[in-house]
């Protein structure tokens, strides 16, 4: 080592001593990046074992089901898919049960993934919703089929509904919606009405993305595409996810906007809408980048209304670190006018203690 080396050594020792500049880590996910505005949202990370085996899962969608529902009567179902490092071979949809919608488990008898990897390379799944209908759950998911003509003709996006009675046993998956014209159909979010169901996309036309609305009396045919519009992005922004609820007054939504096509720069936003979900209006983003976990992205997210007679949500959310790590977070939330701010984590053993 000569001279330069050596002074360059004991320089670095000594800053090291010194409290001086030391490599930035990435393995932390609560380690905090950024102040942040407003209220810290403090997020609870979800344990999940995916098939994969990697715990890294991204594209949740709730379902809360009063009295609960399967063999141990669940009262939280969640779908969601793997998504290690953005390896989207392995994002196939995946069901967890939950008492109380942070510790999650396969449910007894079941077995991920409940849609099997495509055949051909290149294909993937992604993008499942969920809804609880006439005592099944019904899945919506959507398969990419990668163009075999590159530059001549788009991909192929299909859109596959799965049902069960039990959240275990599922029946062929049968086919609902597709796009072969370069649409995409992206994040299907699916509610019933109390009439009808509503689906939503968000698909490309004239080269920006649109939030699209269709109907359906049973699920499997749809209505013609109605595009509706998002008011209150910031410039340069459009939608990219979204999950939508119904209120008693509103339909209410995680909507996640991005950046670019590809979903870049995403962040996630409150949006609700008084016309049927045509219009929705948003201001702002609802949470800040404040930890590791999501550094990089704020993904897409599901949103529950506690009761109807408190202004309380509960929001999972997925996101990714600066090294594509992937987690899915949990964060209690209160709406105050036409915004979500964070409220204090639920503590099960608090409320156990406290009614005791």
């Known amino acids: 080592m000569g001279y330069v080396g050596r002074v360059a050594g004991i320089a670095r020792r000594l800053l090291g001593r010194l409290g001086g500049p030391a490599p930035v880590k990435r393995d932390a996910p609560y380690r905090r990046v950024g102040k942040g505005a407003g209220k810290p949202h403090r997020p609870i990370l979800l344990n999940l074992e995916t098939s994969d085996g990697s715990g890294q899962a991204c594209h949740p969608d709730v379902v809360y089901i009063p009295g609960g529902f399967g063999s141990k009567r669940w009262p939280y179902w969640m779908v969601c898919t793997p998504y290690p490092y953005k390896d989207n071979r392995v994002e196939n949809p995946e069901v967890f049960v939950s008492y109380d919608g942070i510790f999650w488990t396969v449910p007894e008898g079941g077995r991920n993934p409940l849609v099997p990897m495509p055949k051909v390379a290149g294909d993937h799944n992604s993008d499942p919703d969920m809804v609880f209908h006439e005592n099944h759950l019904w899945l919506y998911s959507r398969e990419t089929q990668k163009s075999r003509a590159p530059g001549e003709t788009p991909d192929r996006n299909i859109i596959y509904l799965l049902k069960s009675e039990d959240g275990v046993h599922w029946r062929p998956p049968v086919q ?149 790590v992937f987690s899915i977070a949990y964060v209690r939330l209160a709406r105050v006018k036409n915004r979500l701010v964070p409220r204090e984590p639920r503590s099960v053993i608090a409320e156990a203690v406290t009614a005791g």
């Open 176 to 324: 609902v919606l597709e796009d072969s014209a370069g649409r995409g159909l992206l994040a299907p979010a699916v509610i019933h009405d109390g009439q009808c169901f509503q689906m939503w996309t968000v698909e490309l036309e004239g080269g920006a993305l649109k939030l699209v609305r269709r109907s359906s009396t049973d699920g499997v045919g749809w209505t013609a595409r109605r595009t509706g519009r998002v008011i209150g992005l910031d410039a340069g922004r459009q939608p990219w996810h979204i999950d939508v609820i119904a209120e008693r007054d509103r339909l209410s939504a995680a909507l996640v906007s991005c950046t670019g096509l590809g979903g870049s720069g995403t962040r996630l936003h409150y949006a609700h809408s008084e016309d049927g979900g045509l219009t929705w209006a948003t201001q702002g983003s609802m949470l800040e980048q404040v930890y590791e976990f999501e550094a990089n992205l704020q993904y897409r997210a599901s949103l529950r209304k506690v009761d109807d007679d408190t202004s309380e949500y509960e929001l999972w959310y997925s996101a990714s670190s600066v090294t594509d």
